[in-house]
Nanobody
Framework: QVQLVESGGGLVQPGGSLRLSCAAS????????MGWYRQAPGKQRELVAT???????NYADSVKGRFTISRYNLKNTVYLQMNSLKPEDTAVYYC??????????????WGQGTQVTVSS
């Protein structure tokens, strides 16, 4: 069973930066689309950014120009560089993969979430 392990969350002042990481563990043959979602208190989970195996990216309008998603395929890792953070970016951030192939195919895999708090 593949697991996604996130790190890098924390407390940051408005205008600051954070970098989230998510590593997929296990004997992995391939990973399709990787992404980050977030969920603020009382709100639905929403897409932040995704990146395909071919490095094609997609961003929510609210983070365009401030966040950058990247991935290092050799380490099965995806990153989210967050700059110019705003209080409204406060949420639990979840790593997601839509398909992972090991000896079996796993679909719709989620990490445990990491808290990002933007506050002065």
């Amino acid at each position: 069973q593949v697991q996604l392990v996130e790190s890098g969350g924390g407390l940051v002042q408005p205008g600051g930066s954070l970098r989230l990481s998510c590593a997929a563990s296990g004997s992995i043959s391939s990973i399709n689309r990787m992404g980050w979602y977030r969920q603020a208190p009382g709100k639905q989970r929403e897409l932040v950014a995704t990146i395909t195996s071919g490095k094609r990216t997609n961003y929510a309008d609210s983070v365009k120009g401030r966040f950058t998603i990247s991935r290092y395929n050799l380490k099965n890792t995806v990153y989210l560089q967050m700059n110019s953070l705003k209080p409204e970016d406060t949420a639990v951030y979840y790593c997601h993969v839509d398909r992972i192939i090991t000896t079996v195919v796993q679909l719709d895999v989620w990490g445990q979430g990491t808290q990002v708090t933007v506050s002065s």
